[in-house]
């Protein structure tokens, strides 16, 4: 595929979106964006491991390739990424404490979060090569953190006593996602990558 990576950079971010084009990594999504810092926590820790898992994963699927094994791409992508996190978890509580305990269930919540599995997989569907690889990762990770810090700025000011009561929760962040969705696919006549 011949896009130049700044392209497939801010396309990421916006037109094609993880959670407001694909929808993937709703449940951490849906669960963590009810304040503003802990979805940009959240965010920040998602943005860090899809950059770096998915670039490991980029080597490792070289390497599937020369061996011919590249049918059990889901299965080793999912171990290298859960193998990341556990080594992140470790070293986050040995060296930087304070770190590991604000940062709490999010790290386990990071391992289960398919947007990770799915940008290492659209990487080996789309063709990318390495430099397009890590722009689709680190846009994919900035955009997952716009779309969920931009969901609890809008959450946090909902008054839930104005709100009916059976749209209440994850029923109204579904509808705010709709909608926020369609406004950032307004923006797919400037770039769109899938």
């Given amino acids: 595929?011949?896009?130049?990576?700044?392209?497939?950079?801010?396309?990421?971010?916006?037109?094609?979106?993880?959670?407001?084009?694909?929808?993937l990594g709703m449940c951490s999504f849906i669960a963590v964006s009810k304040e503003v810092e802990t979805a940009i926590g959240l965010g920040v820790a998602v943005t860090f491991v899809l950059t770096v898992t998915t670039i490991i994963n980029y080597f490792i699927y070289k390497l599937m390739i020369k061996f011919n094994i590249e049918y059990l791409r889901f299965i080793i992508f999912i171990i290298s990424i859960a193998a990341f996190v556990q080594l992140l978890e470790m070293i986050l509580e040995k060296y930087l404490p304070n770190l590991y305990y604000a940062?709490?269930?999010?790290?386990?919540?990071i391992t289960v979060n398919c947007a990770i599995l799915g940008v290492s997989l659209f990487m080996v569907i789309r063709g990318y090569n390495f430099p397009q690889t890590v722009a689709f990762a680190i846009g994919s990770g900035l955009g997952w953190l716009l779309a969920i810090t931009?969901?609890?700025?809008?959450?946090?000011?909902?008054?839930?006593?104005?709100?009916?009561?059976?749209?209440?929760?994850?029923?109204?962040?579904?509808?705010?996602?709709?909608i926020m969705a369609m406004a950032f696919i307004g923006f797919s006549g400037i770039v769109q990558i899938s």
């Fill in 1 to 23: 595929m011949n896009i130049h990576p700044l392209v497939i950079f801010f396309a990421s971010i916006i037109t094609s979106n993880m959670i407001l084009n694909n929808f």
């Fill in 103 to 109: 940062l709490g269930i999010f790290l386990p919540l």
């Fill in 150 to 178: 931009a969901m609890a700025g809008i959450r946090s000011r909902i008054n839930d006593k104005m709100v009916p009561k059976g749209l209440r929760g994850s029923p109204l962040t579904l509808i705010i996602t709709g």
